[in-house]
Nanobody, 114 residues
């Protein structure tokens, strides 16, 4: 199983980014997919998740600004991030999980700074 995350970068406050995570080696549509982030000196936290039935949940800090979606035909989960703030700066990881297995991607850096 492999997860390949991409789309991170440097953006100014108020800007937008779209993260993508492509999965291989799993039946993606049967998995919950999520994005987590970890800032320096802090614990990894859930940002957003989407179930196999397209039910979503978000961290309170990103509600109304971030949108998670999935394309099962492409085995990919996305995180659309708008109105980015400096406190969104972190290494973002994608994750897929089912009853038997949890898999992590390698992380993509998001830096929000002027």
């Amino acid at each position: 199983v492999q997860l390949q995350a991409s789309g991170g970068g440097l953006v100014q406050p108020g800007g937008s980014l779209r993260l993508s995570c492509a999965a291989s080696g799993i039946i993606f549509r049967f998995n919950t997919a999520g994005w987590y982030r970890q800032a320096p000196g802090k614990q990894r936290e859930l940002v957003a998740a989407i179930t196999d039935e397209d039910s979503t949940n978000y961290a309170d800090s990103v509600k109304g600004r971030f949108t998670i979606s999935r394309d099962n035909a492409k085995n990919t989960v996305y995180l659309e991030m708008t109105n980015l703030k400096p406190e969104d700066t972190a290494l973002y990881y994608c994750n897929t999980r089912n009853l038997f297995k949890s898999t992590w991607g390698q992380g993509t850096q998001v830096t929000v700074s002027s």
